[in-house]
């Protein structure tokens, strides 16, 4: 009787304590206001991912989460930044750094979005400034190997989607992305000039909407290129605006009659450098265009994205006049 009243004891002191434990590894927990971002370096020891939490206000105390750490014990850990927003128990917050659950930034870029597209995206999501993007893409150290008369960044951005950390500077975004043109460009396993293809390309991803069109536009520009014909490509006035702060959303005589480089309506031949960062079909398409003879080509009047391809001026004439009728319908 003497022994078995202590043992009662403890048993009813274990349970106590095995009740209050649980109870603080299932009882949500936030000592932050604002969301806060906790990053956790590469071979931080889970003692030292505690402290840091609980430095944080994400756990109560560093034990909630070296005890988290004891129940779950055989799982690893990952390090990173994690963003945390709302109450969580220790438990909660073990699962998600065992998951790598870290934050970033989720960064879309299209296929035929320019230098300007790519800097508002990056202010839009809260990465950094459009300035400081458009500072770093008008440095083309990045590509001189490659493109050694590249005015900028401008093509070898290559449009996909990227994932980065809080952490990334525009500097490094840039070498991101031209790092991923580069392997494009060897897969495609082609001699061709880099700077003609892709500034080519970049003409071809803007005007050309529909996929089996895109050869037949390069063919066409191609063909005027031969015989010394102006491109006359909007887009490029377009850019030219842009470059010089003042496009307005349409274009107007005055950029039309611009004596920029960039304006194709003034100045035969390419531009000095792409107008966009073009995709891998617009880059397929000018490596490999069709056979087509066509010089012009303009919208169909049925909202599709389509062209009609005519070979004369008188072609292209009936189909400018049928276009803008159905414009007017």
Same mark, same amino acid.
Request: aromatic share 10%; proline share 6%; with cysteine.
């Given at each position: 009787m003497r022994i078995a009243r202590p043992l009662a004891l403890l048993a009813l002191l274990a349970a106590g304590v095995g009740s209050w434990l649980a109870y603080r590894l299932a009882s949500p927990y936030r000592g932050f206001s604002d969301a806060v971002f906790v990053d956790l370096p590469r071979g931080t020891s889970s003692g030292g991912m505690a402290r840091l939490l609980a430095a944080a206000g994400v756990v109560r105390s560093r034990w909630d989460f070296v005890l988290a750490r004891l129940v779950k014990r055989g799982r690893t850990l990952q390090a990173g930044e994690y963003r945390f927003e709302r109450a969580a128990t220790p438990l909660e917050v073990f699962d998600r750094i065992a998951r790598g659950d870290i934050f970033y930034y989720d960064l879309v870029v299209p296929e035929g979005k320019n230098m300007f597209d790519i800097a508002a995206a990056v202010e839009q999501i809260g990465l950094f400034s459009a300035k400081e993007f458009l500072a770093a893409a008008r440095d083309p150290s990045l590509i001189r190997d490659l493109d050694g008369t590249a005015p900028t960044l401008e093509g070898y951005l290559f449009p996909n989607s990227y994932r980065l950390a809080r952490s990334t500077t525009p500097q490094? +975004?840039?070498?991101?992305? &031209? =790092?991923?043109?580069?392997?494009?460009?060897? =897969? +495609?396993? &082609? =001699?061709?000039a880099v700077h003609e293809t892709v500034t080519l390309a970049s003409l071809v991803e803007k005007e050309g909407k529909l996929p089996d069109e895109r050869p037949v536009i390069a063919a066409v520009f191609e063909n005027r290129l031969r015989i010394g014909m102006k491109l006359d490509c909007d887009p490029t006035t377009i850019y030219a605006a842009l470059l010089e702060s003042r496009y307005r959303g349409a274009i107007h005589r005055s950029d039309l009659d611009s004596d920029h480089p960039y304006n194709t309506y003034r100045h035969a031949g390419l531009p000095p450098g792409p107008i966009a960062n073009p995709g891998l079909a617009s880059l397929h398409a000018v490596l490999d265009p069709s056979d087509s003879e066509a010089l012009y080509f303009v919208l169909r009047p049925d909202g599709s994205g389509g062209h009609e391809f005519s070979k004369t001026i008188a072609a292209h004439d009936a189909a400018t006049a049928k276009y803008r009728r159905g414009l007017r319908r």
């Amino acid at each position: 009787m003497r022994i078995a009243r202590p043992l009662a004891l403890l048993a009813l002191l274990a349970a106590g304590v095995g009740s209050w434990l649980a109870y603080r590894l299932a009882s949500p927990y936030r000592g932050f206001s604002d969301a806060v971002f906790v990053d956790l370096p590469r071979g931080t020891s889970s003692g030292g991912m505690a402290r840091l939490l609980a430095a944080a206000g994400v756990v109560r105390s560093r034990w909630d989460f070296v005890l988290a750490r004891l129940v779950k014990r055989g799982r690893t850990l990952q390090a990173g930044e994690y963003r945390f927003e709302r109450a969580a128990t220790p438990l909660e917050v073990f699962d998600r750094i065992a998951r790598g659950d870290i934050f970033y930034y989720d960064l879309v870029v299209p296929e035929g979005k320019n230098m300007f597209d790519i800097a508002a995206a990056v202010e839009q999501i809260g990465l950094f400034s459009a300035k400081e993007f458009l500072a770093a893409a008008r440095d083309p150290s990045l590509i001189r190997d490659l493109d050694g008369t590249a005015p900028t960044l401008e093509g070898y951005l290559f449009p996909n989607s990227y994932r980065l950390a809080r952490s990334t500077t525009p500097q490094q +975004l840039c070498r991101i992305m &031209t =790092g991923k043109f580069r392997d494009v460009w060897r =897969g +495609l396993h &082609t =001699g061709a000039a880099v700077h003609e293809t892709v500034t080519l390309a970049s003409l071809v991803e803007k005007e050309g909407k529909l996929p089996d069109e895109r050869p037949v536009i390069a063919a066409v520009f191609e063909n005027r290129l031969r015989i010394g014909m102006k491109l006359d490509c909007d887009p490029t006035t377009i850019y030219a605006a842009l470059l010089e702060s003042r496009y307005r959303g349409a274009i107007h005589r005055s950029d039309l009659d611009s004596d920029h480089p960039y304006n194709t309506y003034r100045h035969a031949g390419l531009p000095p450098g792409p107008i966009a960062n073009p995709g891998l079909a617009s880059l397929h398409a000018v490596l490999d265009p069709s056979d087509s003879e066509a010089l012009y080509f303009v919208l169909r009047p049925d909202g599709s994205g389509g062209h009609e391809f005519s070979k004369t001026i008188a072609a292209h004439d009936a189909a400018t006049a049928k276009y803008r009728r159905g414009l007017r319908r």
